[in-house]
């Protein structure tokens, strides 16, 4: 059974940072596309940054280029989002999602077969 679990969330003001992570359990983590997505109040989710565990490539939204990173930490079968430089509009809940797939690693939910239960990111202005 895949099991992801989300941490790090929390509230910050605008320009702030936060790290998210999710372990991942239940699999062998290799050859899968990881992906963070989230879903602000009234909003659909949209996907926000994804990886290939397989290779590492990385893969974003253009809203949170060269704000957000994503990587893994294979040893410990946990995935971080690194979001720097945080605005309002980034407050939602933030959700870790899998998928056993080859690269190029999705961005749309639809995509994705497993799911954390969110954590959730507050940007004060």
């Known amino acids: 059974q895949v099991q992801l679990v989300e941490s790090g969330g929390g509230s910050v003001q605008a320009g702030g940072s936060l790290r998210l992570s999710c372990a991942a359990s239940g699999y062998t983590y290799s050859s899968y596309c990881m992906g963070w997505f989230r879903q602000a109040s009234g909003k659909e989710r949209e996907g926000v940054a994804a990886i290939y565990t397989g290779g590492g490539s990385t893969y974003y939204a253009d809203s949170v280029k060269g704000r957000f990173t994503i990587s893994q930490d294979n040893a410990k079968n946990t995935l971080y989002l690194q979001m720097n430089s945080l605005k309002p509009e980034d407050t939602a809940m933030y959700y870790c999602?899998?998928?056993?797939?080859?690269?190029?690693?999705?961005?749309?939910?639809?995509?994705?077969?497993?799911w954390g239960q969110g954590t959730q990111v507050t940007v004060s202005s």
């Open positions: 999602a899998a998928v056993k797939t080859w690269y190029p690693c999705p961005l749309f939910e639809a995509e994705y077969h497993y």
